[in-house]
């Protein structure tokens, strides 16, 4: 429930959010978040992963979720642009007090109820990501279940059955190593196809 996000604003954004809310049923005409704030890893790295999700395209010619889009953690989402200019400050104040951190991706795991399967992070390095996902909701005052906490780089979605097996046994024989520097959010904007333009960098600790 999106509304749940606007309880720490005041009453006249709240009111004018709700408004447009009503009048342009966002909420159920755009199933698709407008706004995905992320964290990437290095261009060398986005390249590489984009060949192993080539690899898997190639074995699943019918295609399968997220196969084209750039790797990324996703930190936050927003339904539209203005619901994320409400927040934009914030965002950009709290980043102010991170502290830029190394994180390394070194194994293959999945979500077999969901169909995910994607790269996850090493032990030290899920801590730090997790706890800034949990950390930036909890300041923004969302709602939260830490436990639902999980950052990952997503290979592929909507991987269920044979699809799953073909994924598994894809990567088996490959040793993922990714270590990269988190220094910055990227505010990515939805233009009808997928999340093609960064609207904002927002670096840690300035």
């Known amino acids: 429930n999106m509304q749940s996000h606007w309880v720490g604003l005041p009453a006249f954004y709240r009111n004018l959010l709700l408004s447009l809310a009503q009048k342009t049923n966002a909420y159920m005409k755009n199933p698709v978040d407008e706004i995905s704030i992320v964290l990437f ?3 060398e790295q986005l390249n590489l992963i984009k060949t192993y999700k080539q690899l898997l395209k190639n074995r699943i010619p019918k295609g399968y979720g997220c196969a084209n889009s750039a790797a990324h953690i ?3 989402q927003f339904k539209t642009h203005l619901e994320f200019i409400l927040y934009a400050n914030q965002i950009r104040e709290f980043c102010k ?3 830029p951190q190394d994180v390394t991706f070194d194994s293959w795991e999945k979500f077999e109820y969901a169909g995910a399967f994607y790269l996850a992070p090493d032990a030290s390095s899920k801590i730090y990501l997790d ?3 949990f950390n930036i909701n909890i300041y923004l005052r969302f709602p ?7 950052a990952h780089m997503s290979i592929g979605r909507k991987l ?3 699809k799953m097996k073909i994924a598994e046994e894809t990567f088996k024989e490959i040793k993922p190593n990714f270590t990269f520097n988190c220094d910055a959010l990227c505010v990515r904007k939805f233009d009808g196809r997928q999340y093609s333009k960064i609207i904002e960098k927002i670096d840690f600790g300035k």
Not at 144 to 150: H, P, R, S
């Open 144 to 150: 939260i279940d830490k436990k639902q906490v999980n």
């Open 160 to 162: 269920f059955g044979e």
């Open 74 to 76: 996703s930190i936050l």
């Open 131 to 133: 706890c800034l996902i």
């Open 97 to 99: 007090t991170l502290t």
């Open 41 to 43: 890893p290095t261009p």
